[in-house]
């Protein structure tokens, strides 16, 4: 069966003034960039694009505002981060309206739940929500739901659920995913520094975060993965793999933002409570940054 959706779907950064407010032009500027690079989808309001410090309203004016900008040239999903299912199935509506593609879910945020009955009631409730096409975000390390293979076969009759994002940081799931509900879900890594290794076992896709600074690189290194060409591909990946770390730290959204900065594709602001780098751990991230520049392949 064809995966509904497929290739690279970067999780794209918001950007924002000093002030912390939205710089809305400086965000369609950088999706049309990586639009061009070939990407075949665009992820609005994740984790890295700071989901959670924002404003309702101020979600719903990004996510309007790049729906106009992307013109309807790849799929625009958006993330769901709210905390209550009423909250998040509100969202899910309004994104419907305001002329998503899809939506990426992540668990509710309000706690973290060792209950898996209470994951699936929010996924299942705000599915129920909005008519359009989900991805499943399973990200455990960050957010304390962990949907299991098992769980994901439990969710399978839920038609609109069509993609899972597997962030466990554990490259066997890709191999039992495929063993317990093969064929049912678009397969998807969230882990840059694991994409060489997932691609490998069989995915479908990848929601790229440290690659919307490297844009051209990003793109070659899944193609490559595409046509099996592994030499090539790993070769890549040894240079990309320092950059690609900046994905799996606590402080990642401010990491790539200034990745971002220094290849000219945006600004490092970040809200409250997320700050500027500053001192040695400055030093060290733009120093990998850097590198990563001065030593890019093409």
Known sequence: MKPYWQGVFPAITTQMHQDGSLDIEGTAAHAEVLIRSGVTGLVFLGSLGENQSMAPDEKRLLLGEMV?????????????????????????RDAEALGADGLMLMPP????????????HHFRSVARATGLPIMIYNNPISYGHDITPELFAELAPQKNFVALKESSGNTRRITDLHRVVGGRYAIFTGVDDLALESAILGIDGWVAGSGIAFPEENQRFWEMTRKGQWNGARDLYRWFTPLLHLDTHPKFVQYIKLAVQEVGLGKEWTRAPRLPLSGAERKRVLAIIRAGIEDRPF
Do not use: F, Q
Request: proline residues 5%; positive net charge.
């Open 68 to 92: 106009r900008a992307v013109r309807g040239r790849v799929t625009v999903l958006s993330g769901v981060a709210e905390s209550s299912v009423a909250e998040a199935s509100r969202y899910a």
């Open 109 to 120: 945020m309000i706690y973290k739940s060792p209950d898996p009955r209470e994951s699936l």
